[in-house]
């Protein structure tokens, strides 16, 4: 029932004429069972940026996280990509200045000045609150590409 209603108030806000002269309105502001049903229609990457906004959007999104998904680290050269497996545009990049997210260009999640492994690490942690994860594979790649080691966890 509360779905329900969750959902008429969503389609009150996309088509009622009243909301329609307002392009964008405040999320938090929405009831919390509309924002869940809109987090779970979320992709990996807005969930994880999303959680990075506040202590509270961090808090609902760990409510959510049902799905289980397989973290891909690959090492190349100065950097680390952390991937999900099965996800396409899924993609944080790691390197001695912090993380950040890739969709179209690359978009600063966290600066935290350090060693590359100490971010990679960081990004991990903050997806464990985030996402279920079922596994762990890292990937280390020399500069000749035919030197590929495997981990899988």
């Known amino acids: 029932m509360l779905s329900t209603l969750a959902l008429k ?8 004429p009243e909301f329609l002269i307002r392009k964008e309105f405040k999320f938090k502001k929405l009831p919390i069972i509309v924002r ?4 779970q229609l979320m992709d990996p990457a807005e969930r ?7 202590k509270r ?22 950097a680390s990509y952390i991937q999900l497996r099965g996800e396409a545009g899924f993609q944080i990049c790691c ?18 000045k350090g ?3 100490g971010n990679t690490a ?15 594979e890292m990937v280390f790649t020399k500069v ?9 966890c």
């Open 57 to 78: 959007m961090e808090t609902e999104v760990k409510l959510i996280k049902k799905q289980y998904y397989y973290p891909q680290i690959f090492f190349r050269n100065r």
């Open 144 to 152: 000749t590409p035919r030197t590929i080691t495997r981990f899988e």
């Open 115 to 117: 060693t590359l492994i």
């Open 122 to 136: 960081l990004a991990i942690n903050k997806m464990s609150g985030v996402f279920n994860m079922d596994g762990l």
């Open 48 to 54: 994880f940026a999303l959680s990075l906004t506040s």
């Open 9 to 16: 108030y969503c389609h009150q806000i996309l088509f009622d």
């Open 95 to 112: 390197y001695s200045r912090g993380y950040k997210r890739e969709v179209g260009g690359y978009h600063r999640l966290h600066y935290n």
């Open 36 to 39: 869940m049903l809109i987090m």
